[in-house]
């Protein structure tokens, strides 16, 4: 898939690190592990064990399992297999990294990943949730290697549908790791593995059950940070197609994690209130100013799919991520809260895929498991729910706060010794003394005064400051 990435020059270079160094400071982000963490994760690492029958674990190793991941990704959180039936239905197995095994509640790595929250990624280096020892080693599913997992199994009918779910606490072994990159190309090339083709089914299928519902899937480009062999870059990323159809299958995982919750009357779920219908009728109203009309009678998830992947199909995305609003975390032990809804997925959910790199998830997981099985809720589990929502608000807050840091450091760097130069740009959004821009080219965003038009206007901007310290940008609109 094309990219775009815009390089650093070279004398930028060295203030560059220096800022990001400082951002990190500012953020008050770890620089390691302490030396009981180490300790503690080092011992887990070698004393959990891995063979089924000595941890009296179920033996699922004779499934194929695969993983795709981002190219070059060493915390593998989740592995799958799909197997299609005569009927034209399925069996998914999808594997989550038994991340409880080695965090015992109330120990010294426990504690440390409950003051981190997440894994924060850096381009300068990621801060892990756990030792690198588990993260990307003894409980990450990398390939060829016999790992403990938390195994769903949903056997769906031909339109995706589950008809029944289990969850097992099991040994597996993965065949294969994927990059998205690698795994899209095998499949348009007709060389892809079973699974991954499958693959492709399922995220057909379960796109349209998420259009039924009244699910809706943002899917803006991402700006990323990468690493070259010549400094820091920006790259817009629009993923490939697989991408969608992987995260269809946490979708559904997150939701049948929500339902055993709701069943068993515990857990935390992923909430979202719905959007205000003054906010919904606004929203309609800018689709008709930006010429792609949101019209009647079409649902707003099939509408955002839609969408071209053009400059003004990106404003048109920018202005209904303003309807994703509101998100966070609900408790509950006993009484089932009222709203339990994540209202752009249009069904309750929950975060279980990823306990490798998000708090969360090693809760939602041990409630589940229990829940799926029978069994009483471990009790420091449940004493422990109501931490979780701070915990996980301030991290995002941190990782919110250090990813457009990041971003606007990079991108001062990119334009630093461009004083003067004008630039092509469209209005992404307008406000009250000033607009949100995106460059074409450099993949930067700034805020310019004195703007005229609306958004999905191009205009020309000239750049007048680029500090690299602060990642401040200042443009003017051109004449």
């Known amino acids: 898939m094309p990219r775009r990435r815009a390089r650093l020059v070279s004398p930028a270079q060295t203030e560059l690190r220096a800022s990001l160094a400082a951002l990190r400071d500012e953020l008050d982000l770890p620089s390691g592990f302490p030396p009981e963490v180490e300790a503690e994760a080092a011992s887990a690492a070698i004393g959990v064990a891995t063979d089924p029958t000595v941890a ?40 989550i990294a038994d991340v409880p095994a080695y965090v015992a509640f109330g120990g010294a790595v426990d504690a440390e990943a409950r003051r981190r929250g997440q894994t924060l990624y850096a381009p300068d280096g990621r801060i892990p949730l756990h030792p690198t020892v588990l993260s990307e080693d003894a409980a990450s599913l990398l390939p060829d290697r016999d790992r403990r997992a938390f195994v769903w199994r949903f056997v769906m009918d031909a339109a995706a549908r589950p008809t029944e779910t289990t969850l097992t606490r099991a040994v597996i072994r993965s065949r294969a790791q994927w990059s998205y990159v690698e795994a899209q190309r095998a499949v348009d090339a007709g060389t892809a593995p079973d699974t991954l083709r499958h693959l492709v089914w399922f995220g057909e299928e379960r796109s349209r059950r998420e259009s039924e519902r009244g699910g809706a899937s943002l899917n803006l480009p991402e700006t990323r940070v990468v690493a070259t062999d010549e400094g820091y870059a920006l790259e817009v990323d629009e993923g490939v197609p697989l991408e969608d159809a992987n995260a269809q299958v946490s979708l559904l995982t997150g939701m049948a994690a929500a339902e055993l919750m709701i069943s068993g009357r515990v857990g935390i779920l992923r909430t979202m209130p719905p959007a205000s219908p003054e906010d919904i009728a606004a929203f309609r109203a800018q689709t008709v100013g930006f010429g792609h009309p949101w019209t009647t009678g079409v649902a707003y998830g099939d509408y955002l799919r839609d969408l071209p992947r053009t400059p003004l199909g990106r404003v048109v995305r920018e202005h209904a991520a303003g309807l994703f609003r509101g998100a966070g975390y609900t408790v509950f032990d006993g009484e089932v809260p009222a709203a339990t809804m994540q209202s752009a997925i249009a069904a309750p959910y929950a975060h279980v895929t990823a306990p490798l790199r ?29 931490e979780l929502p701070s915990i996980m608000g301030r991290s995002s807050q941190i990782a919110t706060r250090l990813d457009a840091g990041t971003v606007d450091r990079v991108a001062a760097a990119l334009l630093h010794g461009r004083e003067g130069q004008v630039f092509d740009a469209v209005i992404l959004r307008r406000r009250e003394e000033d607009a949100q821009v995106a460059l074409t080219e450099p993949p930067v965003e700034a805020r310019v005064r004195d703007v005229v038009g609306g958004p999905g206007a191009t205009l020309r901007v000239r750049l007048v400051r680029a500090d690299i310290r602060t990642g401040t940008t200042e443009f003017v609109a051109q004449a």
């Open 56 to 95: 009296g674990l179920a033996d699922l190793r004779g499934i194929p399992f695969l993983t795709i991941d981002p190219e070059g990704s060493t915390d593998l959180d989740q592995a799958m297999h799909i197997d299609r039936a005569d009927d034209g239905g399925a069996v998914l197995h999808y594997a």
């Open 358 to 386: 998000r708090l969360v998830d090693r809760w939602v997981l041990l409630i589940c498991e229990a829940l799926a099985n029978g069994r009483e809720v471990p009790a420091d589990v449940r004493s422990s729910l109501d």
